[in-house]
T-cell receptor, first 116, second 113 residues
Framework: DTGVSQDPRHKITKRGQNVTFRCDPI?????LYWYRQTLGQGPEFLTY????????KSRLLSDRFSAERPKGSFSTLEIQRTEQGDSAMYLC??????????????FGPGTRLTVT | GNSVTQMEGPVTLSEEAFLTINCTYT??????LFWYVQYPGEGLQLLLK?????DKGSNKGFEATYRKETTSFHLEKGSVQVSDSAVYFC????????????FGKGTKLSVIP
């Protein structure tokens, strides 16, 4: 088990461009989460999948943001028409479904986005 | 809504000193509580957890007790080491269909030799 992986680790883009991030969860984890973390703050929840179904979305997730998990394995987070305020670390986490450990989330290393 | 408040940092301690990082929460139900740690240049790691009142979570010499009456989950360690230097985050999860974690702002700990 190699843990949660994210790609790319760093992304620099110009304002107005679209970006897409990928997350590969721990195998057999059926829950996958996206968070955003800005400097000096704790992570903030964006959205959550159980298998391929997107079950929760934060009001932070504007219509420029879209997330998918088409086969219930890896997930992508796309930001359209990026703004400077989107600059942050985007974190992915996964957890098993059901059982006593179901609330423990395991985080990836994050993708740092810089919008210039 | 849910919220987590933890003591502001940064906290600087000498090696072998006693550590307390305060954490209080607001939640509508009976959440599970967590401490996560972020070492320099690394991702978030689960440090310890407690899922019900009076549970004590422990790991690597750190402890925290779920106190429902004071809605607190303070992190303690009896003797810190330089390698404990990191940012510590308190978090809660409501469960019961809503599994998102709500985090505090984090407390940066620096331990000096």
């Amino acid at each position: 088990d190699t843990g949660v992986s994210q790609d790319p680790r760093h992304k620099i883009t110009k304002r107005g461009q679209n970006v897409t991030f990928r997350c590969d969860p721990i195998s057999e984890h059926n829950r996958l989460y996206w968070y955003r973390q800005t400097l000096g703050q704790g992570p903030e929840f964006l959205t959550y999948f159980q298998n391929e179904a997107q079950l929760e979305k934060s009001r932070l997730l504007s219509d420029r943001f879209s997330a998918e998990r088409p086969k219930g394995s890896f997930s992508t987070l796309e930001i359209q028409r990026t703004e400077q305020g989107d600059s942050a670390m985007y974190l992915c986490a996964s957890s098993p479904g059901g059982g006593s450990g179901s609330y423990e989330q395991y985080f990836g290393p994050g993708t740092r986005l810089t919008v210039t | 809504g849910n919220s987590v408040t933890q003591m502001e940092g940064p906290v600087t301690l000498s090696e072998e000193a006693f550590l307390t990082i305060n954490c209080t929460y607001t939640a509508t139900g009976y959440p599970s509580l967590f401490w996560y740690v972020q070492y320099p240049g690394e991702g978030l790691q689960l440090l310890l957890k407690a899922t019900k009142a009076d549970d004590k979570g422990s790991n690597k010499g750190f402890e925290a007790t779920y106190r429902k009456e004071t809605t607190s989950f303070h992190l303690e360690k009896g003797s810190v080491q330089v390698s404990d230097s990191a940012v510590y985050f308190c978090a809660l999860s409501e469960g019961a269909g809503s599994y998102q974690l709500t985090f505090g702002k984090g407390t940066k700990l620096s331990v000096i030799p």
